[in-house]
């Protein structure tokens, strides 16, 4: 019988650079690795609460939010690791939508004009502002 293969890890399935969540939904980044031995799995990402990972086996790791916060925004990264060598998985830059502010138009009369609401985007998008009349 042959020795064992050995080999550095390396990804079967990545996950993807950009995910748009809405505010208040659940979601998940999963990521299967190859590689022999056994990979240790961490995940680069924002400090937020409520972040849990999963490692359904020694080569996938997922990590779950079971309601997405404006916290959960920003860049994921898996990384895998062992004794032969590391690989990171694609940087997934993570949008959580949703509006936090809304602020009332009136004219120089007190009538109402429309509102005016500050989107929800994320760090590596930037914000947007909506004019709604």
Same mark, same amino acid.
């Given at each position: 019988?042959?020795?064992p293969s ?8 990545d ?18 690795f190859g ?11 924002p ?6 990972? !999963?490692?359904?086996? *020694?080569?996938?790791? /997922?990590? =779950? @939010?079971s ?14 690791n ?19 502010y ?16 500050? !989107?929800?985007?994320? *760090?590596?998008?930037? /914000?947007? =502002? @909506?004019?709604?009349?």
């Open positions: 019988m042959g020795e050995l080999h550095a890890p390396f990804i079967i399935t996950i993807d650079a950009y995910k748009w969540v809405k505010h208040g939904s659940k979601f998940e980044l999963k990521v299967h590689g022999s031995p056994p990979l240790d799995v961490t995940w680069d990402k400090d937020s609460p409520h972040i849990k990972i !999963e490692k359904p086996n *020694q080569f996938t790791s /997922i990590l =779950r @939010v309601k997405a916060k404006d916290t959960h925004t920003g860049n994921y990264q898996a990384n895998a062992n004794h032969y060598g590391e690989k990171k998985s694609e940087r997934c830059c993570l949008q959580v939508e949703g509006y936090f809304l602020q009332y138009i009136m004219d120089s009369a007190g009538t109402f004009m429309g509102k005016e609401y500050w !989107e929800v985007k994320a *760090q590596c998008v930037g /914000i947007r =502002r @909506v004019l709604e009349i």
